[in-house]
């Protein structure tokens, strides 16, 4: 195995760790603001913020087995990179057809960084439908809305996915390493599956 593969397999692995710890810390965030439930408007755009780029950090895990994405935030230019496989499942999952996907998430492509900055000309499409209390939001009426409950399924489809991969590595190859004196080696096994697993047509099964 190259130097190549290694260095690759350390960029996965460092997406993968950062994408697990955001969603895990996605998750202990909503379940807070859902005890606080009404939100001044700002908590909640940067609640947005960060879904967006938890769902950008767990599709851009996905593209770095091929190729890499670089440091765009663009949900539509990073969704079209997408394996087939999965823009197939999130549009039969959604009931939404990839014309209709791509559309929203081009009217949306930017919100990880319009967000984080208080930039609000994408917050209309969350806010429909939602319940205000004195001019502030109340989440639990805002996790229900179509827009938001749809860029959360495209997370928990990106996350499905990643696990599929996870899940499927074979363990054996790692029995015999060390992880302190192999740890170049680890990491371009770790590559070469990802690779091997992500080809494989019963991915479209998962």
């Known amino acids: 195995m190259s130097n190549n593969d290694h260095e690759i397999g350390d960029k996965i692995l460092k997406f993968c760790e950062s994408f697990f710890g955001e969603y895990e810390n996605l998750n202990l965030l909503e379940a807070?603001?859902?005890?606080?439930?009404?939100?001044?408007?700002?908590?909640?755009?940067?609640?947005?913020?960060?879904?967006?780029?938890c769902t950008e950090v767990g599709m851009k895990t996905?593209?770095?087995?091929?190729?890499?994405?670089g440091n765009k935030h663009n949900l539509i230019e990073i969704f079209k990179k997408m394996p087939d496989v999965f823009r197939e499942s999130v549009e039969k999952k959604s009931g939404i057809?990839?014309?209709?996907?791509?559309?929203?998430?081009?009217?949306?492509?930017?919100?990880?960084?319009?967000?984080?900055?208080?930039?609000?000309?994408?917050?209309?499409?969350?806010?429909?439908?939602?319940?205000?209390d004195n001019g502030n939001i109340v989440f639990s009426t805002?996790?229900?809305?179509?827009?938001?409950?749809?860029?959360?399924?495209?997370?928990?489809?990106?996350?499905?996915?990643?696990?599929?991969?996870n899940k499927n590595i074979n363990r054996k190859l790692f029995l015999s390493k060390n992880w302190e004196t192999d740890i170049d080696e680890i990491k371009a096994l770790f590559y070469q599956e990802l690779k091997r697993i992500q080809s494989l047509s019963c991915v479209a099964e998962k």
């Open 32 to 53: 807070e603001l859902l005890k606080k439930n009404i939100l001044p408007e700002w908590q909640y755009i940067n609640y947005l913020s960060r879904l967006a780029f």
């Open 62 to 69: 996905i593209l770095n087995i091929e190729s890499s994405i």
């Open 97 to 132: 057809s990839i014309e209709k996907i791509e559309a929203f998430l081009e009217s949306i492509k930017n919100i990880f960084v319009d967000f984080r900055y208080m930039e609000k000309k994408s917050l209309e499409c969350f806010i429909e439908g939602v319940t205000f």
């Open 142 to 165: 805002a996790i229900n809305n179509q827009n938001y409950l749809f860029i959360r399924q495209l997370l928990e489809e990106t996350m499905e996915y990643n696990k599929y991969l």
